[in-house]
């Protein structure tokens, strides 16, 4: 069939990678992969990259008239928050899109409202304040340490540094000022769950696909580093391999244990309102308590990401996973 890939404009990709190295480290990895793995499915694809102009995308849909939009773009005029008003627009001319529908979007890029709704619904996740950009910083006297303070809106790890964890008033007040100078944006601190961080992947939109968990390893990171996802852990390679950061198949992990996030997955995946597919972001205590950390309803799907690198271990080849995500656009 004919599929438009939609993605931001900076990174369209080659039409061949010189190396799997070049492969590895470019920006444009999983929209290259998406696009070849979709032309080898003998698809008829159509790249499209997408910046600040709405023009662009509605002459696309009338001049190429694609049986459905492969959707692989997380900002719109360089804000985040604007993704949901693309698919918005995609639903408001009738044309099938793949991933999530715009309401999921909104709920779960907002992590103050999210964390509302699944406190609603009683399910675990940390508390939180959040310092809203442009007003006056004032610390709770009630506020318990230490805190994970991070963008309200962004994503990918956006502005998450070590100092990101703060143990009294004074270091709140300056990562969260640090922070506004850096994004112009509201901030968000929740109460830091120090333990493992596990990533739970899931597909579908009534029923439900549960992926085996995944978790990060930090294989020779000292004892006083903060076993966080930082945004130096996502992506700087040179630090990776310095601190030996992987992700792979949680260990140690029971039936039991993973019967539990399959079943606080779904209620979260449901209550949020997602489809089409999602990372969910959990942190494990000490005591074995799940709290779920994030909803990632646009997470990477490129081939030996997290998510496909899940899937496979669940039995779903690359193109398989593709396919029936298209299926569930459709």
Known sequence: MKILVLMHEDLLPPERAEDELELARAPWKTEFEVVQA??????????????????????????????????????????????????????LNRVKYTGCNPRGLLLARDK?????????????TPDFLVFRYGRALRVPKTIKYPLFVKALFEEASLGITQSSVVANDRELKQ?????????????????????????????????????????????????????????????????REKLGIRTGPAKPWTDSQQTQITRLGKRVYRALGLSGYARLDWRLNSSGQLFLLEANPNPDIGDNEDFASSAQKAGLSYKQLLKKIIQLGL
């Open 175 to 239: 990562r969260v000022e640090e922070l506004f100078e850096k994004i112009q944006g509201d901030v968000i601190a929740e109460e830091y769950v120090e333990g493992r961080e596990l990533y739970l992947s899931i597909l579908g939109n009534d029923r439900l696909q549960v992926f085996p968990a995944w978790e990060l390893f930090f294989d020779k990171a000292s004892e006083r580093t903060p076993l966080i996802a930082t945004e130096k852990v996502k992506w700087d390679f040179n630090y």
């Open 38 to 91: 979709l032309r080898q499915l003998k698809h008829e694809v159509q790249p499209l990259g997408l910046k600040d102009d709405l023009g662009v995308l509605r002459k696309a849909l009338f001049s190429e008239t694609p049986r459905i939009v492969f959707n692989l773009l997380e900002e719109f005029a360089g804000e985040a928050v604007f993704d949901q008003h693309i698919v918005s627009y995609l639903e």
């Open 112 to 124: 103050a409202l999210c964390k509302k709704i699944l406190k609603y619904h009683r399910l675990p």
